[in-house]
């Protein structure tokens, strides 16, 4: 099993930042991958940007140039940088990580974050 608490969500104007931290306890395999993704209300959930344990990214075409995705595998946590926020940037923020463990995958979703862009 694998727990992952997030952070830094928040009320922030147009314009503003945010940075968001996720932070991976239990049975952390070496072979993982994490990610953020967001729901709005009403919409489905979305990618907004992975990150595999090497470090290689990828990201939502939509979100590229103002979200940065980031990780500290000694701190086993993640990060999202988030820059010129949007209004339509509001949503809850969800954490995941996928383990690979001998041919399979196993993925653990954090409680999410609320963020919160409006003047």
């Known amino acids: 099993q694998v727990q992952l608490v997030e952070s830094g969500g928040g009320l922030v104007q147009p314009g503003g930042s945010l940075r968001l931290s996720c932070a991976a306890s239990g049975s952390i395999t070496s072979s993982n991958v994490m990610g953020w993704y967001r729901q709005a209300p009403g919409k489905q959930r979305e990618l907004v940007a992975t990150?595999?344990?090497?470090?290689?990214?990828n990201y939502a075409d939509s979100l590229k140039g103002r979200f940065t995705i980031s990780r500290d595998n000694a701190k086993n946590t993640m990060y999202l940088q988030m820059n010129s926020l949007k209004p339509e940037d509001t949503a809850v923020y969800y954490c995941k990580f996928t383990s690979f463990y001998v041919g399979r995958h196993y993925d653990y979703w954090g409680q999410g974050t609320q963020v919160t862009v409006s003047s």
């Open positions: 990150i595999i344990d090497s470090g290689f990214t």
